[in-house]
């Protein structure tokens, strides 16, 4: 058996390969024509990827989504409020605390203030009183008998019942009489226990 002739050698799968080389390039060109005006369109608006997905969207879970997206903006918008509100009471709460202070601090200067008088007033009023009963009775009750009777009680009860009796002798019967109802009158409303 011999070969076939050796000057003319086939060359392997030349034909073959030259028509599939030449299919590939018309199907590379076609792609091309045919690729590039839909590529420069971009996606169908029905197709387009909402928030981050990848896959279309059916009409239903847009609207389902929008609907979602709204609330998630009214539920920051309400959180907003409420800290809002938060800060303004805190800020508030700051400001009645430091009044409440304040005040506290000029309540117990008042209280001070008060304590000074009470006691300036007691001062004066035991010292009146000594010059009342250390006066003779009946110029004592000369006096006493010009003034109001709720005021000549006051004093009168302040007084040693000793004194207080030598004046009472120098009065009217009349002015007597009203300053000890005064003076009778002046602790029957108070609790007894």
Same mark, same amino acid.
């Given at each position: ?39 420069? *369109?971009?996606? /169908?608006? #029905?197709?387009?990827? +909402? ?6 969207? %059916?009409?239903?879970?847009? &609207? ?39 005040? *506290?601090?000029? /309540?117990? #200067?008042?209280?001070? +203030? ?6 300036? %007033?007691?001062?004066?009023? &035991? ?44 009065? #009217? ?10 003076? %009778? ?9």
């Amino acid at each position: 058996m011999s070969s076939a002739p050796s000057g003319r050698q086939r060359p392997r799968g030349g034909v073959l390969t030259l028509i599939s080389a030449l299919m590939i390039s018309s199907a590379v060109i076609r792609l091309g024509f045919e690729a590039g005006p839909a590529l420069a *369109r971009g996606p /169908e608006p #029905s197709a387009a990827p +909402t928030t981050g997905q990848s896959a279309p969207v %059916a009409p239903d879970m847009q &609207a389902l989504l929008a609907e979602l997206l709204q609330r998630e903006e009214a539920v920051k918008r309400r959180e907003d409020k409420l800290r809002d509100r938060e800060r303004a009471m805190q800020i508030a709460d700051e400001a009645l605390s430091s009044q409440l202070s304040a005040l *506290r601090e000029a /309540e117990d #200067s008042l209280r001070a +203030t008060l304590a000074v008088a009470d006691k300036a %007033a007691e001062n004066d009023l &035991a010292r009146l009183t000594d010059v009342y009963q250390n006066m003779k009775p009946k110029d004592a009750a000369a006096l006493f008998e010009t003034m109001d009777p709720v005021f000549a009680a006051g004093f009168l009860s302040r007084m040693p019942p000793d004194a207080a009796a030598g004046v009472m002798a120098g009065i #009217s019967p009349e002015a007597a009489y009203t300053i000890s109802v005064v003076m %009778a009158g002046r602790n029957a409303n108070a609790p007894t226990e």
